[in-house]
C-alpha cells in the first residue's frame, strides 16, 4: 500500500464530500478540475481536509457576474501526508507541509524554504480551509533548487476583491521533476511546460491507465494578472492544460510554466446498478463515474423466465451502453424472454485499488474470435492474487450467434477463457471485445463509500444459496461466473432470490441438454446498488400524450406517482398514466369537464417519482415504507377499498397514482384514514359524472413521515401540511416548507390524506424551489371552488434525471444516429427559394439530400433522452421523411431568409478564400462542443468548377481531441450509419500566397474514417440549430 492516495470524485458548485480512510491532522490535499464541463473561470476549494470527510465544491469568481452555478466536473485529487515522501526505493523525491497564514493585501508573498535540496523542484499548493468566503486559490513564483531551496506563494483573490483574506490552512507537496515509482510501482509523473490562455497538449511519457489524475499549478507570475490552471481530456497518455484569468479580463494571458503531477487512481469506483429488460434491446445510461474505457459485467439476477439465457451487451462506452436478454434456441427457435432484473457493474481497465490504496485487481478489455471449441485465450495478468475470481463478459455484438465468456485455470497470475456458443451451432464466432475483471476474494471497500463482496461456491444445475457476509445492501447488485471446466457442456450462471443476506445460484445448460451437470465453482460479485432505488424527474405535458423514457425503473413491477408542479394553467387538472413499465410510461394532463367540453391545457410541469414494488428502506436498511399496486374498479362513488400495508409506521403519508387508462372519464385517486397499518383509496370521478369506473390499476406509496437517505445518498422527505381552497401569498400553514434544504428544482409529489370536505378534488402545487412550496385542493370547475381545510401529503425529492440535459460524450452514432443511410428518391420542391440562390444552382430542389435533417434530428432526439427510430430503410414518404426535411429547411436558415444556405453558397464559390473564412467556422464548432452542444457542421468538399453544391454534405459534430497540433472532430456522418470512428481532422495553417485573407490563418482538412482519408474538406460551416422535441408520433 502506498502513502499517497490518489482519485476522482464528482463535484458542482454546492459542497459535496469525499470520504478518505481515516483522519489525519497533517495531512495535505490537491486539487484540480480534471474535466472541462463547465467553461466559467473556477477552482476548487475544500474544508476538514484533515478528518475521515473532507468537503470541496467548484467555486467560480464573480466578476462579470453573480451567477456562480457550475456544472458537474471530476476532481481529481492526491492526498499524503506532511513530512518527505518517498518512492519505492526508499530515495526522497519530495516533501509536503502545511502552512497557516492570511493574506494582507495583494502584494504579500510568504516564503516556504524546504527541508531539502531538489534539482528541479515542482510546486503545488492547496488552500484546505474555508475560513474566508471570497473566492481565492494559492498562486506560487520563485520555486528555487539547489541550497536553500524554497517557494514563494500568496491567497490570491480574484482583481474585483481587495486582496485581503483571512487566515487559512495551505497545504503544499513539492516534488522533483521526473517519472517515479512509488509502492508497489505506481507511477508518478512530475514536469513543467509553457502554457497560455490557449489550449495545448501536455504529453506524460508514461501510460497512466485509465482516467487518471491531473494537478496543475502555475509556477511563475509573469503576467499580474490572477489566474487559474484548468485540465480537460485528461487521459492515460496526456491532457490539454490552459491558463483561465477572471471573466471580466479579456482572457490572454502571458506564457506562465506551469508545474504539473499525473498519476493513476488509486482508489478504484465499481458501480453497481440494475435494469430490467427482456429479448427487445434497451438502452442503458450510466451514472456517477464514468471510466472512458469502461469494463461491464452483467447478470441476470431474477428468475421469471426460465428458458436458458444470459445478458448481451453491445455499444458500451463511457455514457452508457445497451443490453438484451439473449436466450439459446437449441429446442426451438422461440427466444422471447419474460422481463429479468439486471444486474451490472462497470469500472475502468487497469489495476483496481481499495479505498486505502491496497490492490485488490484489475480489469482490461482485448479482441478476439473464436475459431472453434477447443480453443482457449489466455490472459496474462499484471499483478499476482492470492486468491483471484475472475469474470469475462461479451460486450459487442458482432456475432449474432448467442454467445457467452466461459473460464478456466484461475491461477495466481492468468486464466483461460472461450467465447462459448451452444452446442447446437459449430463453435466458431466472429471477433468480439471482450471485458474482463479478476478480484482478490473478500470484502473490499472501493472509492465513494462502495462495497464489493468477491467470493467463490460449489454449484450444478440445482439450486446452490450463497451467503453475503459484507454490507451489500438491501437490494444488491450480483454477478457470476462459473470459474472452471470441469463439465463440457456449455453453461451459463442464473440466480434467483438476490437479497442483503445472501442469493440462489445454479448452472444452466442449453434446452436441448438433459439439464444435468458436473459441479463447477462459481465465482461472484455482490455490490450495494450505486443509484437510488427511486427515479425521479420532471416531465413537460400538455392534453395530449407524451411518451417519456425519463423515470424508468429498474424494476420488473415499478409504482409511478405524478403531479402536476405548476400553475400555468388555472383549470382543475390531474395527471393520467398508461403503459407504466421499467422503460419508461406516457401520461397527459386531464381536465374535467363541468363547465365545458374543452380539454386543452397549457404546458405544465410533471413531477414523476418511481419506484419499485415492495418494502422502501434507507442506506441504514431500516423499513420506512412500501410500495404496492391495487388493481380494482370503481362501483360507485361510496365505496372505499382498504390497502393493508406489510409494515407499521409512526407518522405515514401515503400516495396513489392510476397507472392505467382503462376507464376515459376524467377521474384521480382519494385517500382517507391513513393510520399505522392500512388506509383507503377509491378512484373518484369528478361530479357531473356518475361515479362509476373501469377496473384500474393503482399504484401506491407509503412512506414514513420525515427526511430520509436511501442508497445512493439520495434525501428525500415527507411530510404533511394543512390547505383549502386557495393559495397562501403570506406564506403561512398553506406552503410546505421542507425540513431539507434540497438542490435547485426539486421534484415535489402531493395527495389529499384526509376526506374532510366530500365534494371530489385535486391539489395543485406552485413555486416549487429548495426551501420549499405553495399548495391548494382544487375543486372542479361547475362547483363555487370553496373547499374545507385538508390535510396534504406531500413527498420532495432532488431532480435524479434533467428533462434534455445529457452529457455530450454520451454520443456515440451507432447508438444515436439513424440506422439508415442519406439516400432519398425525390426530394419537394424548397419553398421561397430566393431567386439569387434558385438561379445560380441548377436542380437544387432535387438533389440537395437530407444529410443536415437527418444530422439535427440526431441532435433532437439525443438532447431530449429520446431513443432514436429504428429501421434500416430510408423512408421515403411518412412522418420521419417529413421531419427531417422540415429539420433539413431549418438548417438551410429558411425561416431568416436562407442565410445559411447562402453562407453554404458563399463558400462553394471559388474566389471566396473558403479556407481563410473556415478558420473562425471551425473556432466556433470547437467553442459550442467546449458548452456540451452536438453541433451540425456544413462540410466543403469541392467548390464550383469541380463538383455541384450538393456534392458537398452535412454531419453532427459531437466530440473532439487535440493532438500532434491538430484537432480530431468526431462526427456522425449519415452517408455511414452505425460508424463511430469518422473524424474530420483540422490544422489550421498560415496563409499561402494563393489564398490570403485578414488574419493570416487557414485550415488544412481531411475527413476521415478510421485510418483511411475519405475526403479532402476544403471549408466548414457552423450551421446549428437549438435542439427541439420531436414529435411523439415518431
Same mark, same amino acid.
Given at each position: 500500500?502506498?502513502?499517497?492516495?490518489?482519485?476522482r470524485?464528482?463535484?458542482?458548485h #454546492?459542497?459535496?464530500?469525499? #470520504?478518505?480512510?481515516s483522519?489525519?491532522?497533517d495531512?495535505?490535499v490537491?486539487?484540480?478540475?480534471?474535466t472541462y464541463?463547465?467553461h466559467?473561470?473556477? &477552482?476548487?476549494?475544500?474544508?476538514n481536509?484533515?478528518?475521515e470527510?473532507?468537503e470541496?465544491f467548484v467555486?467560480e469568481?464573480?466578476?462579470?457576474?453573480?451567477e456562480?452555478r457550475h456544472?458537474?466536473?471530476?476532481?481529481?485529487?492526491?492526498?499524503t501526508e506532511?513530512?518527505?515522501?518517498?518512492?519505492?526505493?526508499?530515495?526522497?523525491?519530495?516533501?509536503?507541509?502545511?502552512v497557516t497564514?492570511?493574506?494582507t493585501?495583494?502584494?504579500?508573498w510568504?516564503?516556504?524554504?524546504?527541508?531539502r535540496?531538489?534539482?528541479?523542484?515542482v510546486?503545488f499548493a492547496?488552500v484546505?480551509?474555508?475560513n474566508?468566503?471570497?473566492p481565492?486559490h494559492?498562486?506560487l513564483?520563485?520555486?528555487?533548487?539547489?541550497?536553500?531551496s524554497?517557494?514563494?506563494?500568496?491567497?490570491?483573490?480574484?482583481?474585483?476583491?481587495d486582496g485581503?483574506?483571512?487566515?487559512? *490552512?495551505?497545504?503544499?507537496?513539492?516534488?522533483?521533476?521526473?517519472? @517515479?515509482?512509488?509502492?508497489? !510501482?505506481v507511477?508518478?509523473?512530475?514536469g513543467?511546460?509553457?502554457?497560455?490562455?490557449?489550449?495545448s497538449?501536455?504529453l506524460?511519457?508514461?501510460d497512466?491507465?485509465?482516467?487518471?489524475?491531473?494537478?496543475?499549478?502555475?509556477?511563475?507570475?509573469?503576467g499580474a494578472h490572477?489566474v487559474?490552471?484548468r485540465?480537460?481530456?485528461?487521459?492515460?497518455?496526456g491532457?490539454?492544460?490552459?491558463l483561465?484569468?477572471?471573466?471580466?479580463?479579456?482572457?490572454?494571458?502571458v506564457?506562465?510554466?506551469?508545474?504539473?503531477?499525473?498519476?493513476?487512481?488509486?482508489?478504484?469506483?465499481?458501480?453497481a446498478?440494475?435494469v430490467?429488460t427482456?429479448h427487445?434491446?434497451?438502452?442503458?445510461?450510466?451514472?456517477?463515474?464514468r471510466?472512458?474505457d469502461?469494463?461491464?459485467?452483467?447478470?441476470i439476477?431474477?428468475y421469471?423466465?426460465?428458458?436458458?439465457?444470459d445478458?448481451r451487451l453491445?455499444?458500451v462506452?463511457r455514457g452508457?451502453?445497451e443490453?438484451?436478454?439473449?436466450?439459446?434456441?437449441?429446442?426451438?427457435?422461440?427466444?422471447n424472454?419474460?422481463?429479468?432484473a439486471?444486474?451490472y457493474?462497470?469500472?475502468?481497465?487497469?489495476?483496481?485499488?481499495d479505498d486505502?490504496?491496497?490492490?485488490?485487481g484489475e480489469?482490461?478489455?482485448?479482441?478476439?474470435?473464436?475459431?472453434?471449441?477447443g480453443?482457449w485465450?489466455?490472459v496474462?495478468?499484471? !499483478?499476482s492474487?492470492?486468491?483471484?475470481v475472475?469474470?469475462?463478459?461479451v460486450?459487442?455484438h458482432?456475432?449474432s450467434?448467442p454467445c457467452?465468456?466461459?473460464i478456466?485455470?484461475?491461477?495466481?497470475?492468468r486464466f483461460?477463457?472461450?467465447i462459448?456458443e451452444?452446442?447446437?451451432? %459449430?463453435?466458431r @464466432?466472429?471477433e468480439?471485445?471482450i471485458?474482463y475483471v479478476v478480484?482478490?476474494?473478500?470484502?473490499?471497500?472501493?472509492?465513494?463509500?462502495?462495497?464489493v463482496?468477491?467470493?467463490?461456491t460449489?454449484?450444478?444445475?440445482?439450486?446452490t444459496n450463497?451467503?453475503?457476509?459484507?454490507?451489500?445492501?438491501?437490494?444488491?447488485?450480483?454477478?457470476s461466473r462459473?470459474?472452471?471446466?470441469?463439465?463440457?457442456?456449455?453453461?451459463?450462471t442464473?440466480?434467483?432470490n438476490?437479497?442483503?443476506s445472501g442469493?440462489?445460484?445454479r448452472v444452466?445448460?442449453?434446452q436441448?441438454r438433459?439439464?444435468?451437470h458436473k459441479?463447477?465453482?462459481?465465482?461472484?460479485?455482490?455490490?450495494?446498488?450505486?443509484?437510488?432505488?427511486?427515479t425521479t424527474?420532471l416531465?413537460e405535458?400538455?392534453?395530449?400524450w407524451?411518451d417519456?423514457?425519463?423515470?424508468?425503473?429498474p424494476?420488473t413491477?415499478?409504482v409511478a406517482l405524478a403531479?402536476?408542479?405548476?400553475?400555468?394553467?388555472?383549470?382543475?387538472?390531474?395527471?393520467?398514466m398508461?403503459n407504466v413499465?421499467?422503460?419508461g410510461?406516457? +401520461?397527459f394532463?386531464e381536465?374535467e369537464q363541468?363547465?365545458d367540453d374543452?380539454?386543452?391545457?397549457t404546458i405544465?410541469?410533471?413531477?414523476?417519482?418511481a419506484?419499485?414494488?415492495?418494502?422502501?428502506h434507507? %442506506?441504514?436498511?431500516?423499513?420506512i415504507?412500501e410500495?404496492?399496486?391495487?388493481?380494482t374498479d370503481?362501483p360507485?362513488?361510496?365505496?372505499?377499498?382498504?390497502? /393493508?400495508?406489510d409494515?407499521?409506521?409512526a407518522?405515514?403519508?401515503?400516495f396513489a397514482?392510476?397507472m392505467?387508462?382503462?376507464?376515459?372519464n376524467?377521474?384521480?385517486?382519494?385517500?382517507?384514514?391513513v %393510520?399505522?397499518g392500512s388506509?383507503?383509496? $377509491?378512484i373518484e370521478?369528478?361530479?357531473y359524472l356518475?361515479?362509476s369506473?373501469?377496473?384500474?390499476?393503482?399504484?401506491?406509496?407509503?412512506?414514513?413521515?420525515?427526511v430520509?437517505?436511501?442508497?445512493?445518498?439520495l434525501?428525500i422527505?415527507a411530510?404533511?401540511t394543512?390547505?383549502?381552497?386557495e393559495f &397562501?401569498?403570506?406564506?403561512?400553514?398553506n406552503?410546505?416548507?421542507?425540513a431539507?434544504t434540497?438542490e435547485?428544482?426539486?421534484?415535489?409529489?402531493?395527495?389529499?390524506?384526509?376526506?374532510?370536505?366530500?365534494?371530489?378534488i385535486v391539489?395543485?402545487n406552485?413555486?416549487?424551489?429548495?426551501r420549499?412550496a405553495?399548495v391548494?385542493?382544487?375543486e372542479?370547475?361547475n362547483?363555487?371552488?370553496?373547499?374545507?381545510?385538508?390535510?396534504?401529503?406531500?413527498?420532495v425529492?432532488?431532480?435524479?434525471v434533467?428533462?434534455?440535459?445529457?452529457?455530450?460524450?454520451?454520443? *456515440?452514432?451507432?447508438?444515436?444516429?439513424?440506422e439508415?443511410g442519406?439516400s432519398?428518391?425525390?426530394?419537394?420542391?424548397?419553398?421561397?427559394l430566393?431567386?439569387?440562390? %434558385?438561379?445560380?444552382i441548377?436542380?437544387?430542389?432535387r438533389?440537395?439530400g437530407?444529410?443536415?435533417g437527418?444530422?439535427l434530428?440526431a $441532435?433532437?432526439?439525443?438532447?431530449?433522452d429520446r431513443a432514436i427510430?429504428?429501421?434500416?430503410?430510408?423512408?421515403? /414518404?411518412?412522418r +420521419?421523411?417529413?421531419?427531417l426535411w422540415?429539420?433539413?429547411?431549418?438548417?438551410f436558415d429558411?425561416? /431568416?431568409?436562407?442565410?445559411? +444556405?447562402?453562407k453554404?453558397l458563399?463558400?462553394y464559390?471559388?474566389?471566396?478564400?473558403?479556407?481563410?473564412?473556415?478558420?473562425?467556422e471551425?473556432?466556433r464548432? $470547437?467553442?459550442?462542443l467546449?458548452?456540451?452542444?452536438?453541433?451540425?457542421v456544413?462540410?466543403?468538399?469541392v467548390?464550383a468548377? &469541380?463538383?455541384q453544391?450538393?456534392?458537398?454534405h452535412?454531419?453532427?459534430a459531437?466530440?473532439y481531441?487535440?493532438?500532434?497540433? $491538430?484537432?480530431?472532430i468526431?462526427i456522425?456522418?449519415?452517408?455511414h450509419?452505425g460508424?463511430?470512428?469518422v473524424?474530420i481532422?483540422v490544422?489550421?495553417?498560415d496563409?499561402?500566397?494563393y489564398d490570403?485573407?485578414?488574419?493570416?490563418?487557414?485550415?488544412s482538412?481531411?475527413?476521415r474514417r478510421?485510418?483511411?482519408k475519405q @475526403?479532402?474538406?476544403?471549408?466548414m460551416?457552423?450551421?446549428d440549430?437549438p435542439?427541439?422535441?420531436?414529435?411523439?408520433?415518431?
Open positions: 500500500m502506498v502513502e499517497q492516495l490518489s482519485g470524485v464528482a463535484a458542482s #454546492e459542497w459535496g464530500e469525499l #470520504e478518505l480512510p483522519a489525519a491532522p495531512r495535505v490537491l486539487a484540480s478540475i480534471d464541463a463547465g466559467n473561470t473556477a &477552482d476548487v476549494r475544500m474544508r481536509a484533515e478528518s470527510t473532507m470541496l467555486e469568481e464573480r466578476s462579470a457576474d453573480d456562480i456544472n458537474v466536473e471530476e476532481i481529481g485529487f492526491f492526498a506532511a513530512g518527505p515522501i518517498t518512492d519505492q526505493s526508499g530515495t526522497t523525491i519530495g516533501e509536503a507541509g502545511v497564514t492570511d493574506q493585501d495583494e502584494g504579500e510568504h516564503t516556504v524554504s524546504l527541508e535540496e531538489f534539482t528541479s523542484p510546486a492547496q484546505m480551509s474555508y474566508g468566503s471570497d481565492c494559492v498562486r513564483r520563485s520555486v528555487s533548487g539547489g541550497y536553500g524554497e517557494f514563494e506563494f500568496q491567497i490570491e483573490e480574484w482583481n474585483y476583491l485581503q483574506h483571512t487566515t487559512e *490552512r495551505i497545504g503544499y507537496v513539492v516534488l522533483e521533476w521526473g517519472t @517515479h515509482q512509488l509502492d508497489g !510501482g507511477p508518478l509523473v512530475v513543467t511546460r509553457s502554457e497560455t490562455d490557449a489550449w497538449d501536455a506524460f511519457g508514461e497512466l491507465g485509465t482516467d487518471p489524475v491531473l494537478i496543475t499549478r502555475c509556477q511563475t507570475r509573469n490572477e487559474v490552471t485540465n480537460r481530456r485528461v487521459s492515460g497518455s491532457a490539454a492544460v490552459r483561465q484569468e477572471e471573466e471580466a479580463r479579456g482572457g490572454a494571458h506564457s506562465e510554466t506551469v508545474g504539473y503531477l499525473a498519476m493513476p487512481q488509486l482508489r478504484s469506483a465499481m458501480p446498478e440494475h430490467a427482456t427487445e434491446r434497451a438502452g442503458v445510461r450510466f451514472s456517477g463515474s471510466p472512458s469502461p469494463v461491464v459485467l452483467a447478470s439476477d431474477t421469471n423466465g426460465t428458458d436458458t439465457a445478458v453491445r455499444n462506452h452508457g451502453m443490453l438484451f436478454i439473449e436466450e439459446e434456441a437449441s429446442k426451438d427457435d422461440e427466444m424472454h419474460n422481463e429479468e439486471i444486474g457493474l462497470r469500472t475502468g481497465t487497469g489495476p483496481l485499488y486505502a490504496g491496497a490492490r485488490i480489469a482490461g478489455v482485448l479482441r478476439t474470435d473464436q475459431p472453434g471449441r480453443e485465450h489466455a496474462d495478468l499484471e !499483478g492474487y492470492a486468491n483471484p475472475a469474470f469475462v463478459q460486450m459487442s458482432n456475432g450467434n457467452h465468456g466461459r478456466r485455470n484461475v491461477s495466481a497470475d483461460e477463457f472461450q462459448e451452444w452446442d447446437y451451432l %459449430d463453435g @464466432h466472429d468480439e471485445e471485458g478480484l482478490e476474494e473478500g470484502v473490499h471497500d472501493l472509492a465513494g463509500g462502495e462495497t463482496e468477491v467470493g467463490t460449489r454449484g450444478d444445475d440445482g439450486w450463497v451467503g453475503f457476509s459484507g454490507p451489500v445492501g438491501h437490494s444488491p447488485v450480483l454477478v462459473s470459474q472452471t471446466y470441469n463439465g463440457t457442456n456449455e453453461i451459463v442464473r440466480h434467483r438476490v437479497s442483503a442469493a440462489e445460484i444452466q445448460e442449453e436441448g438433459d439439464d444435468e459441479t463447477e465453482t462459481i465465482g461472484y460479485v455482490a455490490a450495494p446498488r450505486s443509484t437510488p432505488p427511486v424527474g416531465v405535458a400538455t392534453e395530449e407524451v417519456s423514457s425519463l423515470a424508468g425503473v424494476s413491477d415499478p403531479s402536476v408542479e405548476t400553475f400555468n394553467g388555472g383549470n382543475p387538472v390531474g395527471v393520467r398508461r413499465g421499467s422503460s410510461f406516457e +401520461l394532463l381536465e363541468s363547465a374543452d380539454m386543452a391545457h405544465e410541469d410533471v413531477a414523476i417519482f419506484t419499485a414494488s415492495g418494502r422502501i434507507d %442506506d441504514a436498511d431500516t423499513l415504507g410500495a404496492g399496486v391495487l388493481a370503481q360507485d362513488r361510496e365505496t372505499w377499498h382498504t390497502v /393493508s400495508l409494515g407499521s409506521y407518522n405515514p403519508v401515503a397514482q392510476l392505467t387508462y382503462n376507464g376515459e376524467p377521474s384521480h385517486t382519494r385517500i382517507r384514514n %393510520d399505522s388506509f383507503d383509496v $377509491k370521478e369528478w361530479n356518475d361515479g369506473h373501469d377496473r384500474e390499476e393503482i399504484g401506491y406509496v407509503v412512506l414514513e413521515e420525515g430520509h437517505e436511501l442508497e445512493g445518498e434525501p422527505e411530510g404533511t394543512v390547505a383549502d381552497h &397562501d401569498d403570506d406564506e403561512d400553514n406552503d410546505y416548507s421542507y431539507e434540497f435547485c428544482n426539486p421534484v415535489l409529489v402531493s395527495h389529499c390524506q384526509t376526506y374532510n370536505g366530500w365534494h371530489e391539489t395543485r406552485r413555486n416549487v424551489n429548495r420549499g405553495d391548494r385542493v382544487q372542479e370547475e362547483r363555487d371552488g370553496a373547499h374545507n381545510d385538508e390535510t396534504i401529503g406531500y413527498l425529492a432532488p431532480q435524479l434533467l428533462g434534455n440535459r445529457r452529457p455530450i460524450d454520451e454520443f *456515440r452514432p451507432s447508438c444515436h444516429g439513424f439508415f442519406n432519398f428518391n425525390e426530394m419537394p420542391n424548397i419553398p421561397d430566393p431567386a439569387n440562390i %434558385d438561379n445560380q441548377e436542380n437544387i430542389d438533389e440537395y437530407l444529410c443536415g437527418m444530422a434530428a $441532435k433532437d432526439f439525443f438532447m431530449h427510430p429504428e429501421g434500416v430503410r430510408t423512408p421515403q /414518404s411518412g +420521419l421523411f417529413n421531419y422540415e429539420r433539413q429547411l431549418d438548417t429558411h425561416a /431568416s431568409g436562407w442565410n445559411d +444556405l447562402a453554404f458563399k463558400f464559390l471559388p474566389s471566396t478564400f473558403t479556407r481563410a473564412k473556415s478558420v473562425s471551425f473556432r464548432v $470547437k467553442d459550442a467546449d458548452t456540451g452542444r452536438p453541433v451540425v456544413g462540410l466543403v468538399y467548390r468548377g &469541380d463538383g453544391l450538393w456534392d458537398n452535412q454531419v453532427l459531437y466530440d481531441t487535440e493532438s500532434g497540433g $491538430k484537432t480530431y468526431n456522425y456522418d449519415p452517408n450509419p460508424a463511430n470512428d473524424v481532422r490544422d489550421v495553417e496563409q499561402n500566397w490570403p485573407a485578414p488574419g493570416g490563418a487557414k485550415i482538412a481531411e475527413q478510421g485510418n483511411t @475526403h479532402n474538406v476544403i471549408g460551416i457552423y450551421m440549430k435542439a427541439q422535441n420531436p414529435p411523439q408520433s415518431l
